[in-house]
């Protein structure tokens, strides 16, 4: 909400005055050091002399060269060309530069040019004057330039460090937000007062609230540690105020981002989870000096991956992406990386479907790649779910092709990229990744030099289709934020974690390894939805609150969705390297029943026979329990059009034989 008040003369002048064109307010500046500048040296003659008429009177050449060297001083430090809101230690230094000059410069023609010389002394209490006057004027228009009453939100900054004295300066600046209170945890700093913004406890923050109207805090914490930001996430969540933050630390410090940056609050800091840090010695293993190759680089986690591989110092990246604008997308982004931080890696980004074996074949054989991870898949449930053979196809035949050409080119390390939904599928896409671990697995057994290992983790968190991105999208449209379930329960990670994992994973492998994440307690949707409606500034509309803001409404359970997703089947699991990572053991067929599922597989695919297909996938995936009947599209169309035309066809066959019963 927006604070609006009604302006008088006084505020239309200072509206007029800034919008008028720079040349004119250059103008205005000049004279009004014009009048400032003799206005000083007369009261520093008046001081000195104890007489005002002497002081104005005497020496009327030195006024004349008192501005003759000021102005030109003054111009050639670009006093003119700055922007009085924007003021700042620059300006002050130019200020202070000028003013020194201009007085030593008007020492000279007092003493080798008048007849009657002023005493030094007079000199000193004119340079503080011109200080004062040239300096404090603009300090003064800029103050009321930027403390003008305008139509700003009231805002409170929690954190009163660096970042938040900066993040203040900046908001000033700009018409959008105030700010008007500062709240730290350090008690030294209660009762002080930064950019004329007084700092108080957290504790009054509710009262601060209702004082100053305020409608939303600001986070300055870009160091403090995810724990204690998801504590100050929780005090704030009853206020009902829109909850945003600065950048962290680390991307300030590399550059990736300003202070000034304020965002919505990460997902991260609304789980219940710290993040997982990667082990330094696993992290490069299998990428420094080597050629890395990632299938799938334009999607969410093969795009991460890519960015974290490239600070890595690998010797080229292969980039394969079936999406041409994806593909163009991470290719620049890569190449910026590389630039931005001096690397010498050459990037080869090249569109490609990873089904096709040969062109994968002679992708990994012209390149030499070393280390492979295949992030190509698709994982969106309900629309693999409705187009069954190209997500059999893409999930499960692609992998098993570039896990061939891998084998074939002698690819040192390989890495599958699978998921939560692979245990204990009820869907198809579940099924289709838990299958292709199964075909590594199985090329592992038939015998190879190269190391095939599989990392299994939960959803990620801001990737494409993800629920918060679609919440936020829900929130900034008024709502209502849909869940399918009121009990449907998550396991989360952020999309870096995610990535840091499988690069790990990859050092660990002995050959045929599953690899899981320990994810700490899932997170229900529905309590996601509600801190993120809060956090807002929104209240949910329910039967407790019916004048809430937004509604969030329970859609049911999409085709093949589970209430709850496991990471393991069954409970063998054996510890790592990595204290947050387990390796998981788990049945696999040997190669040659693989082999011929596979082939039955793409038989079945070629004359779309999705029935068939999906009795094959049930095959082999012993667990896999489909939760409804087939929901393939265009199956069910052909195969609704197909009962229709038989009808048709049964009626016109009875019609026909009418006729020929009918006597005459």
């Not at 449907?488 to 840091?500: D, G, H, K, L, N």
């Not at 589970?562 to 390297?577: M, P």
């Not at 947050?580 to 004359?607: D, F, K, N, T, Y």
Request: hydrophobic letters at 45%; one cysteine or more; aromatic letters at 6%.
């Amino acid at each position: 909400m927006v604070n609006k008040r009604k302006g008088g003369a006084t505020e239309r002048l200072i509206a007029w005055a800034v919008g008028l064109p720079r040349p004119a307010k250059r103008a205005i500046m000049l004279a009004a050091d014009g009048v400032m500048i003799p206005l000083a040296l007369a009261t520093a003659l008046w001081l000195k002399n104890g007489n005002a008429s002497d002081g104005v009177v005497a020496s009327p050449w030195l006024y004349i060269a008192a501005l003759g060297v000021s102005i030109p001083i003054f111009i050639k430090l670009g006093l003119y060309r700055a922007v009085v809101r924007f003021l700042g230690a620059r300006a002050s230094k130019a200020i202070f530069s000028g003013v020194t000059g201009s007085v030593l410069m008007l020492v000279l023609v007092n003493e080798l040019l008048l007849e009657q010389p002023v005493p030094l002394t007079a000199f000193a209490i004119y340079w503080a004057l011109a200080l004062l006057y040239v300096g404090g004027s603009r300090l003064l228009a800029r103050q009321v330039l930027v403390l003008r009453p305008r139509e700003s939100e009231r805002v409170a900054i929690f954190g009163a460090g660096e970042a938040g004295a900066r993040l203040a300066s900046s908001l000033y600046a700009g018409r959008d937000f105030l700010p008007v209170a500062f709240v730290d945890d350090n008690r030294s700093l209660w009762g002080s007062v930064i950019h004329g913004v007084e700092v108080y406890s957290p504790d009054q923050l509710a009262d601060l609230v209702k004082i100053y109207d305020i409608r939303r805090v600001l986070l300055a914490l870009p160091s403090v540690n995810h724990r204690r930001r998801r504590e100050i996430l929780a005090s704030l969540e009853s206020l009902a105020l829109h909850v945003q933050t600065v950048p962290d630390i680390g991307d300030i410090v590399v550059g990736h981002a300003r202070v000034e940056d304020i965002r919505d609050v990460e997902a991260s800091d609304l789980l219940g989870r710290e993040p997982v840090a990667p082990d330094p010695r696993l992290f490069d293993a299998c990428i420094r000096n080597k050629i890395v190759m990632v299938t799938g680089a334009g999607g969410s986690i093969g795009a991460e991956l890519c960015r974290q591989i490239a600070r890595l110092g690998p010797r080229r990246m292969v980039l394969l992406e079936m999406s041409e604008l994806a593909l163009y997308n991470i290719d620049r982004e890569m190449r910026h990386i590389v630039g931005a931080e001096g690397r010498e890696v050459e990037i080869t980004a090249l569109l490609g479907n990873a089904h096709h074996k040969y062109r994968m074949r002679e992708i990994i054989q012209a390149y030499g790649v070393q280390t492979l991870y295949h992030a190509a898949a698709y994982k969106h449930v309900p629309i693999v779910e409705e187009n069954i053979i190209e997500g059999i196809h893409n999930n499960v035949i692609a992998t098993w092709y570039t896990a061939e050409a891998a084998h074939e080119c002698g690819v040192e390390t390989f890495v599958l990229i699978s998921t939560d939904k692979a245990v204990n599928p009820t869907n198809v896409m579940g099924a289709t990744k838990r299958l292709a671990e199964i075909v590594l697995q199985g090329v592992q057994k038939r015998g190879s030099r190269t190391r095939f290992c599989m990392v299994r983790f939960g959803n990620v968190l801001e990737s494409s289709g993800s629920v918060v991105p679609l919440f936020r999208e829900q929130i900034r449209r008024g709502g209502p934020l849909t869940v399918t379930h009121r009990d449907v329960i998550r396991y989360f990670m952020t999309i870096p974690e995610a990535s840091q994992l499988v690069l790990q994973a990859g050092a660990m492998a002995h050959g045929g390894d599953l690899f899981v994440l320990n994810m700490g307690k899932p997170v229900r949707i529905v309590e996601l939805a509600r801190r993120m409606v809060s956090l807002s500034g929104m209240t949910v509309r329910d039967e407790e609150t019916p004048d809430g803001d937004i509604e969030i409404r329970f859609t049911g359970l999409r085709p093949a969705e589970k209430l709850f997703e496991e990471l393991l089947i069954g409970n063998n699991t054996t510890g790592t390297e990595h204290p947050m990572i387990m390796r998981a053991i788990e049945h696999s067929p040997e190669w040659p029943e693989v082999q011929e599922l596979l082939q039955q597989l793409i038989v079945a695919m070629g004359q779309f026979d999705v029935r068939e297909a999906r009795e094959l996938l049930m095959r082999a995936v012993r667990e896999y329990r489909p939760s409804g009947d087939i929901a393939d599209l265009v199956w069910r169309w052909s195969e609704t059009h197909r009962a229709a035309e038989g009808k048709v066809t049964n009626l016109q066959a009875r019609r026909a034989s009418s006729k020929r019963d009918t006597p005459g």
